[in-house]
């Protein structure tokens, strides 16, 4: 008899209030955000106030800069997320079924859907404010693991996104179709990988402590494009790993791929989370070689 972890019993909604008949829940998802969204904000206030920390004790941003900056963020993150998903997982669906595509409290959002909105309307307020694009992701990245942590947390107590079948001693219960169909059971209740609290750890807690030492025991800022290179290197990295132990997307799995690969010959492949974290892990080497060559070349100089 394998040991498992019971799913803790704590409801998506933290409290919920009804107004002449309508009903409003503050839920653990939504908090996620707005809390994730509240220490970027003040992380990045932080660093923009020290000006030691910049090329020639410059900051590229103004407090109130970065208050504006976060709007732009709210949206490239809510567009870009939802249309990610839309794109990269289920577009049949959403073609065959376009007016969906806006019922984002259905759920369905995509990291790296969002990252590619958060770029777009970082680099648009940048270009429009005159503000050097590169510092600014520096900027942006450095702020980003605290509320990817979060999130994660979200999904474990919303079930969801929960891991594939195991009988290790960590596996938990979840609940719902999380308990069907697993392959693998501990007598007969179907164990998971916790895969949401990997996530939590690798891109939330590992990552971010990386990044804030680099920045503020390193001086990883006088460096242009090392953060943003070692954020999005790290998290490609940590997502890649992950992926191996999330239960793929049920989209992707079928009886010749039972493992949800996206991208396979004879079965092997990738899973989608994995060939979309592969540019990322590219894309940030490039920035931290860069950011080195071009130090070194000034240190030179």
């Given at each position: 008899?394998?040991?498992?972890?019971?799913?803790?019993?704590?409801?998506?909604?933290?409290?919920?209030?009804?107004?002449?008949?309508?009903?409003?829940?503050?839920?653990?998802?939504?908090?996620?955000?707005?809390?994730?969204?509240?220490?970027?904000?003040?992380?990045?206030?932080?660093?923009?106030?020290?000006?030691?920390?910049?090329?020639?004790?410059?900051?590229?941003?103004?407090?109130?800069?970065?208050?504006?900056?976060?709007?732009?963020?709210?949206?490239?993150?809510?567009?870009?997320?939802?249309?990610?998903?839309?794109?990269?997982?289920?577009?049949?669906?959403?073609?065959?079924?376009?007016?969906?595509?806006?019922?984002?409290?259905?759920?369905?959002?995509?990291?790296?859907?969002?990252?590619?909105?958060?770029?777009?309307?970082?680099?648009?307020?940048?270009?429009?404010?005159?503000?050097?694009?590169?510092?600014?992701?520096?900027?942006?990245?450095?702020?980003?693991?605290?509320?990817?942590?979060?999130?994660?947390?979200?999904?474990?107590?919303?079930?969801?996104?929960?891991?594939?079948?195991?009988?290790?001693?960590?596996?938990?219960?979840?609940?719902?179709?999380?308990?069907?169909?697993?392959?693998?059971?501990?007598?007969?209740?179907?164990?998971?990988?916790?895969?949401?609290?990997?996530?939590?750890?690798?891109?939330?807690?590992?990552?971010?402590?990386?990044?804030?030492?680099?920045?503020?025991?390193?001086?990883a800022f006088l460096r242009p494009g090392l953060v943003v290179g070692v954020f999005l290197a790290g998290y490609g990295c940590a997502r890649f790993l992950v992926e191996f132990f999330r239960q793929p997307d049920f989209q992707f799995v079928s009886l010749g791929n039972p493992l949800g690969l996206a991208w396979h010959i004879?079965?092997?492949?990738?899973?989608?989370?994995?060939?979309?974290?592969?540019?990322?892990?590219?894309?940030?080497?490039?920035?931290?070689?860069?950011?080195?060559?071009?130090?070194?070349?000034?240190?030179?100089?």
């Amino acid at each position: 008899m394998h040991a498992l972890i019971p799913f803790p019993e704590i409801s998506p909604e933290i409290f919920s209030i009804s107004i002449g008949g309508a009903s409003f829940a503050l839920r653990w998802y939504a908090l996620a955000y707005i809390a994730g969204i509240l220490i970027a904000w003040r992380l990045a206030v932080m660093a923009v106030t020290r000006p030691a920390l910049w090329p020639g004790q410059t900051a590229p941003m103004q407090p109130k800069q970065v208050e504006d900056l976060i709007t732009w963020i709210i949206l490239g993150v809510v567009l870009g997320g939802r249309l990610g998903f839309v794109l990269f997982y289920q577009p049949a669906y959403y073609l065959a079924n376009p007016m969906e595509i806006l019922l984002i409290w259905q759920g369905g959002m995509a990291f790296h859907g969002g990252l590619l909105g958060v770029v777009v309307a970082s680099w648009v307020y940048a270009t429009l404010n005159n503000i050097p694009k590169i510092q600014m992701a520096d900027l942006v990245a450095h702020t980003v693991a605290p509320g990817l942590m979060l999130g994660r947390l979200a999904n474990f107590i919303n079930a969801e996104l929960w891991g594939r079948a195991t009988t290790l001693p960590w596996g938990v219960a979840f609940p719902g179709r999380a308990a069907q169909n697993c392959g693998q059971a501990v007598g007969d209740i179907c164990a998971r990988h916790p895969s949401q609290l990997y996530e939590a750890a690798l891109e939330g807690l590992v990552l971010g402590a990386l990044i804030l030492f680099l920045v503020y025991r390193r001086h990883a800022f006088l460096r242009p494009g090392l953060v943003v290179g070692v954020f999005l290197a790290g998290y490609g990295c940590a997502r890649f790993l992950v992926e191996f132990f999330r239960q793929p997307d049920f989209q992707f799995v079928s009886l010749g791929n039972p493992l949800g690969l996206a991208w396979h010959i004879n079965g092997y492949g990738l899973t989608q989370g994995q060939a979309l974290s592969l540019p990322m892990i590219a894309l940030g080497v490039y920035f931290v070689l860069r950011a080195r060559s071009v130090h070194s070349k000034e240190a030179r100089a």
